[in-house]
């Protein structure tokens, strides 16, 4: 599985930026789907995961703000992000996961940096 991350960029705070991840490769195999990102300093975080399902699993800083989509038929994951915020800036990484066998192997895109100014 390949991903692609983009839409990143410069926004100020109040505005909206949406961030794409296309797959690629055996999409078939995905599980679940979603965007991480990392602040400087900081580790890691989800900031929201779609199952094959249609389950949905956001972090509390993005309920209400940000909203996961997808479009099956362009394997492609959207994150609308709107009122974004100082404390939103970093770099947000797209990411697949696959359950085979009891274990989770975890594919990543090359992150796309999002700015927002005060």
């Known amino acids: 599985v390949q991903l692609q991350a983009s839409g990143g960029g410069l926004v100020q705070a109040g505005g909206s930026l949406r961030l794409s991840c296309a797959a690629s490769?055996?999409?078939?195999?995905?599980?679940?789907i979603g965007w991480y990102r990392q602040a400087p300093g900081k580790q890691r975080e989800l900031v929201v995961a779609?199952?094959?399902?249609?389950?949905?699993n956001y972090a509390d800083s993005a309920k209400g703000r940000f909203t996961i989509s997808r479009d099956n038929a362009k394997n492609t994951v959207y994150l609308q992000m709107n009122s974004l915020k100082p404390e939103d800036t970093a770099v947000y990484y797209c990411n697949a996961q696959r359950y085979q066998l009891g274990r989770t192997y975890d594919y990543w895109g090359q992150g796309t940096l999002v700015t927002v100014s005060s």
């Open positions: 490769g055996s999409t078939f195999s995905i599980n679940a």
């Open positions: 779609i199952s094959s399902g249609g389950s949905t």
